[in-house]
């Protein structure tokens, strides 16, 4: 997987992904918290802003999107993980190699 923080562009195995704003701001925050459980109200606060209203269900919402532009298999996710009844982890350990910031190499 490859990251643009720049041009908010994503790519997984060389192909494009196409994510909204709030699916790439979820990513990035999942993915600068590498193997760490956020949990809904951490999420909604980075995320979305704490004076902004929405359910917890939004963030399982995204993360249900998130994982279907990005998982080859996103009935069984290996980046994206669940942790039933505590949060989400984004799981850098699956990685074939080190994620990259492609918006430093322009």
Known sequence: MKIDYTTYE?????????LTLKEFELLRFLVQNPNRVLNR???????????TFVTPRTVDVHIRRLRKAIEQDDS????????RGVGYKFDE?????????????R
């Open 10 to 18: 994503v790519s997984v195995a060389g192909r494009p992904v196409k």
């Open 41 to 51: 109200d951490q999420l909604l606060d980075r995320v979305w802003g704490g004076d």
């Open 76 to 83: 069984n996710p290996k980046w994206i993980s669940t942790l």
């Open 93 to 105: 350990r699956t990685l074939e190699e080190p994620l990259r910031d492609e918006s430093h190499h």
